[in-house]
């Protein structure tokens, strides 16, 4: 079941329209230490609506929060979604609450997929993940199999007990490089990322210290654009220096202010002009927003830089202007 959610404001009126579903936890498996896979059905039975690998969905937990997994199942199968769930230990509570009280055959809402982390089309790949980062990782890896394009991982973990996937993975033989930190220490990338190769797409996916490293390498080494990388948490921006600017809503003519300490997503919805938001911290892209006029100052973990060099859209929940005013197709 879908639903159109329409909202009044009194600014602006906006139809918000997001596929949501009630699913079923129909398996909670474990994948490897600390994560659990998690097995969803639609709760009608229907077909859930289709994915790519790099997709994810938000799971609204019955405890409030909601959270964005990325699905790692198999695409061509309508009836399941699978997404893995690491028990964080700096968790907020949402993957907490999915180890310790979500059961089988509970109720959850999924809204999405989204997808924000597309597998290109490319000659060849080169896929470095990091613990929980295989997740999207492991779903583009069996298309490109499928595909019979050459490709190779380096997967990182802090012990191998803790890499979800690593059997499957390793099936495919020399492809695969595990690296257990507890075995061979961190990553070494410089290697791994040693052959800087125009007909090769990077992604990466894991914690921050991976990926800003990958992320360095590549800015220096490989050709623009090669790297595609998806973040779970939030860059470090530094706020300090924020100032006021102002938002144009275009469709109204409506201008207001948005104050240093504040979003444009909380001075658009305190405008009682509602977005769509889930994670609030620049990581899902839900909010993302189209600007017709003005310079953005991206501070999202969403989108690639030449995405963020067209400055044609933003992330309203963090994202703010290097221009007294931005004009929003709103
Ligand atoms: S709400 Fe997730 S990117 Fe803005």
């Known amino acids: 079941m879908s639903t159109t959610e329409t909202i009044s404001g009194p600014i602006s009126d906006l139809t918000l329209e997001e596929a949501h579903f009630f699913a079923r936890v129909a398996a909670k498996t474990h994948a490897a230490d600390d994560v659990v896979l998690l097995t969803l059905r639609h709760q009608d039975g229907e077909d859930l609506p289709p994915w790519r690998p790099g997709a ?52 959850v809402t999924v809204r999405g997929p989204r997808n924000h982390f597309r597998l290109v089309d490319a000659p060849s790949y080169l896929f470095v993940a990091g613990g929980i980062g295989i997740t999207p990782i492991a779903a583009m890896i069996r298309e490109v199999q499928q595909q019979g394009k050459p490709w190779t991982l380096v997967y990182g973990g802090r012990t191998l007990s803790s890499m979800a996937f690593r059997d499957e993975l390793t099936a495919y033989g020399t492809r695969t490089t595990l690296w257990p930190q507890d075995q061979k220490g961190i990553i070494d990338l410089p290697t791994a990322l040693g052959s800087p190769d125009c007909h090769t797409a990077v992604y990466t996916c894991g914690p921050e210290p991976l990926l800003a490293a990958v992320e360095a390498i590549c800015a220096e080494k490989w050709p623009s654009g090669s790297l595609h990388l998806e973040r779970f948490t939030a860059k470090k921006v530094d706020t300090a220096h924020d100032v006021a600017f102002e938002i144009e809503l275009a469709t109204s003519g409506v201008r207001l202010t948005v104050p ?50 067209e400055n044609s859209c933003m992330m309203v929940c963090v994202s703010r202007a290097t221009c007294p005013v931005l004009v929003l197709d709103l």
């Not at 893995?84 to 009280?101: D, I, K, T, Y």
């Not at 927003?289 to 100052?297: A, K, W, Y």
Request: aromatic share 2%; hydrophobic share 30%; proline share 2%.
């Open 260 to 309: 240093a300490d504040k979003s444009v997503l909380s001075v658009l919805e305190e405008a009682g002009t509602r977005i769509l938001s889930s994670c609030g911290e620049g990581t899902c892209g839900t909010c993302e927003t189209t600007v017709i006029e003005g310079t953005i100052d991206h501070r999202d973990s969403v989108l690639t830089l030449e995405e963020k060099a």
């Open 56 to 107: 994810h969905i938000d799971l609204v937990l019955s405890n409030g929060l909601t959270r964005q997994y990325s699905l790692c199942g198999d695409p061509a199968d309508r009836s399941s979604y699978v997404v893995g769930v690491l028990n964080a230990p700096n968790s907020r509570g949402g993957s907490r609450f999915v180890h310790e009280s979500l059961a089988t055959g509970d109720s």
